[in-house]
């Protein structure tokens, strides 16, 4: 064995040590149990008409689009892949990307709110990465409000004829952004502080993601523009059909 080969095997033995040893950490997804009930509930409520869209425009897109399909099975398995990745922050907490800019850009927010809540559900359930309890805060953090600033930061660089790939970083970046801020609002809403309330608790709470989460906002930007550079390639007749290509032009 020479020395590349016994540096990659130790490596790997520090990663399944470094794996193996179990870790309290909570990320930008709410844990199991963190919310009060009255919280969760409410967050769960907000989440009921975007469903309702969600699930009408895929219905829409499976019998007029049925090509469109092989995308958006693609694009909930970016998200679900993509914010499966934690990365370790300060104070005992987690960050990770959220993969929705992707499929707010091409699908629109609606079928955002459905691919992200299947993705959160299976998360909670496999991987113990949130809560059945907080699913209604997170849906909305991660499904809904981050999507919906991409979409709109996306249409609105069209408008002013930004390049594609320069309208896709920002729609994706900002858009992670915004889950970890509107994140970070939730935290302080139900936990506000002693003093200076839920703007100081929301302060505080920013400052425990911000290390890590704005280099991941911007990979996650890059990361975005590389698939649509990709599907660009690859796959003309579907983005064509979902109107992508003609938006383009």
């Given at each position: 064995?020479?020395?590349?080969?016994?540096?990659?095997?130790?490596?790997?033995?520090?990663?399944?040590?470094?794996l193996?040893?179990?870790?309290?950490?909570?990320?930008?997804?709410?844990?199991?149990?963190?919310?009060?009930?009255?919280?969760?509930?409410?967050?769960?409520?907000?989440?009921i008409?975007?469903?309702?869209?969600g699930?009408?425009?895929?219905?829409?897109?499976?019998s007029?689009?049925?090509?469109?399909?092989?995308?958006?099975?693609?694009?909930?398995?970016?998200?679900?892949?993509?914010?499966?990745?934690?990365?370790?922050?300060v104070s005992?907490?987690?960050?990770?990307?959220?993969?929705?800019g992707?499929?707010?850009?091409?699908?629109?927010?609606?079928?955002?709110?459905?691919?992200?809540?299947?993705?959160?559900?299976?998360?909670?359930?496999?991987?113990t990465?949130?809560?059945?309890?907080?699913?209604?805060?997170?849906?909305?953090?991660?499904a809904?409000?981050?999507?919906?600033?991409?979409?709109?930061?996306y249409r609105l660089?069209?408008?002013?004829?930004?390049?594609?790939?320069i309208?896709?970083?920002?729609?994706?970046?900002?858009g992670?952004?915004?889950?970890?801020?509107v994140?970070?609002?939730?935290?302080?809403?139900?936990y506000?502080?002693?003093?200076?309330g839920?703007a100081a608790?929301?302060?505080?709470?920013?400052g425990?993601?911000?290390?890590?989460q704005?280099?991941?906002a911007?990979?996650?930007g890059?990361?975005?523009?590389l698939?649509?550079?990709?599907?660009?390639?690859?796959?003309r007749?579907e983005?064509?059909?979902?109107?992508?290509?003609?938006?383009?032009?």
């Amino acid at each position: 064995m020479n020395q590349l080969e016994k540096r990659i095997l130790m490596s790997s033995v520090v990663l399944s040590g470094v794996l193996f040893v179990p870790q309290n950490v909570w990320g930008m997804h709410i844990m199991e149990g963190y919310l009060p009930p009255m919280y969760c509930a409410a967050w769960g409520a907000l989440c009921i008409p975007f469903w309702t869209a969600g699930v009408i425009r895929i219905r829409r897109l499976a019998s007029e689009k049925r090509k469109s399909m092989l995308l958006l099975a693609m694009a909930g398995a970016f998200v679900f892949v993509i914010s499966s990745l934690k990365i370790p922050s300060v104070s005992g907490s987690c960050s990770h990307m959220t993969g929705t800019g992707l499929s707010a850009i091409l699908f629109g927010p609606a079928c955002s709110a459905i691919l992200g809540t299947i993705v959160l559900v299976f998360q909670a359930l496999m991987l113990t990465h949130g809560g059945v309890t907080t699913l209604g805060a997170n849906t909305f953090s991660m499904a809904i409000a981050g999507p919906l600033v991409a979409w709109g930061i996306y249409r609105l660089c069209n408008k002013l004829h930004v390049s594609r790939r320069i309208s896709v970083f920002l729609a994706a970046m900002l858009g992670d952004l915004f889950t970890y801020c509107v994140t970070a609002f939730q935290l302080a809403l139900a936990y506000p502080s002693e003093q200076g309330g839920v703007a100081a608790s929301a302060v505080r709470f920013l400052g425990v993601f911000a290390p890590t989460q704005l280099p991941l906002a911007v990979i996650e930007g890059v990361l975005t523009v590389l698939i649509v550079m990709g599907l660009e390639s690859y796959a003309r007749p579907e983005l064509r059909e979902i109107g992508f290509e003609k938006e383009a032009a």
